[in-house]
């Protein structure tokens, strides 16, 4: 069925279609809520094995997914064909409202926010919004003092991370 393209299994809520039986199991674990598969490490649940796969081998650090055209490792297939559009300048994630191309559909994502005005995150100290979660925490640490970082040549604490060069 695979092959052919045919999808017989149907999910009777959204009526989704798939090739395989394990497919709709899968599938329909987003509308029950179940999560039948547990982290031996941590706390965590999972609906779906291969997630469960995934996450464990984060905890056991394995990475057996490798680039060829550098020394970078992943733990999945799927961050491994991501990372590989760094070397080929592939962006097939594009702006229908500009002529800007990404290579993450989450960048795209993020960018439709320049064009939206959205603002999704709020900071709980003041009422500042913000369209990206990174600027709302470099917002929070001002409000908590918090400095994470630090400067490689003297050391002092900093809120923000620049890579070396950038300043």
Do not use: W
Request: with cysteine.
């Amino acid at each position: 069925m695979i092959h052919t393209g045919k999808k017989p299994f149907s999910c009777s809520l959204c009526n989704e279609s798939f090739s395989r039986s394990s497919s709709l199991m899968d599938h329909s674990r987003k509308h029950t809520g179940e999560k039948p598969f547990s982290c031996s490490f941590s706390e965590k649940i999972f609906s779906q094995s291969g997630k469960l796969r995934k996450h464990s081998r984060d905890h056991k650090g394995e990475k057996p997914f490798s680039c060829l055209l550098c020394e970078r490792s992943f733990c999945d297939s799927l961050t491994l064909k991501t990372h590989l559009r760094v070397h080929s300048g592939e962006k097939p994630f594009s702006c229908s409202l500009c002529d800007k191309s990404f290579s993450r559909a989450s960048h795209l994502r993020q960018h439709s926010r320049v064009h939206s005005g959205e603002n999704p995150f709020s900071c709980s100290f003041c009422d500042k919004y913000f369209c990206q979660s990174a600027n709302l925490r470099q917002r929070s640490r001002i409000h908590t003092g918090e400095k994470p970082f630090s400067c490689s040549v003297c050391r002092s604490s900093l809120v923000t991370h620049h890579k070396s060069g950038s300043m």
